[in-house]
């Protein structure tokens, strides 16, 4: 069974970074979605587990970065730049796939989430 474990969250102003974590029981492609109350669960960014390969939605590229450690199982969500629009709980998702996906659907695993609230 898979196991997903998030943390970093937490309650920063406009303009400040967090960096938020996703240990995982093995290694896997994983996705980060978020989610704001009221709204749709969407796509933030990816990285395959194979090449490390990485993706990412439009609004958040140039601000968020994706990585990974390989030898502790673990990917790594460092935004900058944050806005109140990047208020939401954020998700790690996995699949045992090579390559990544923008889709939900895509992923079998997910964490518990890690609630993200920037302030204005």
């Known amino acids: 069974q898979v196991q997903l474990v998030e943390s970093g969250g937490g309650l920063v102003q406009a303009g400040g970074s967090l960096r938020l974590s996703c240990a995982a029981s093995?290694?896997?492609?994983i996705g980060w979605f978020r989610q704001a109350p009221g709204k749709e669960r969407e796509f933030v960014a990816a990285?395959?587990?194979?090449?490390?390969?990485?993706d990412y939605a439009d609004s958040v590229k140039g601000r968020f970065t994706i990585s990974r450690d390989n030898a502790k199982n673990t990917v790594y969500l460092q935004m900058n730049s944050l806005k109140p629009e990047d208020t939401a709980a954020y998700y790690c998702?996995?699949?045992?796939?090579?390559?990544?996906?923008?889709?939900?659907?895509?992923?079998?695993?997910w964490g518990q989430g890690t609630q993200v609230t920037v302030s204005s």
């Open positions: 990285i395959s587990r194979s090449l490390g390969s990485t």
């Open positions: 998702a996995a699949r045992e796939s090579a390559g990544s996906s923008r889709r939900s659907s895509g992923y079998g695993d």
């Open positions: 093995g290694s896997y492609s």
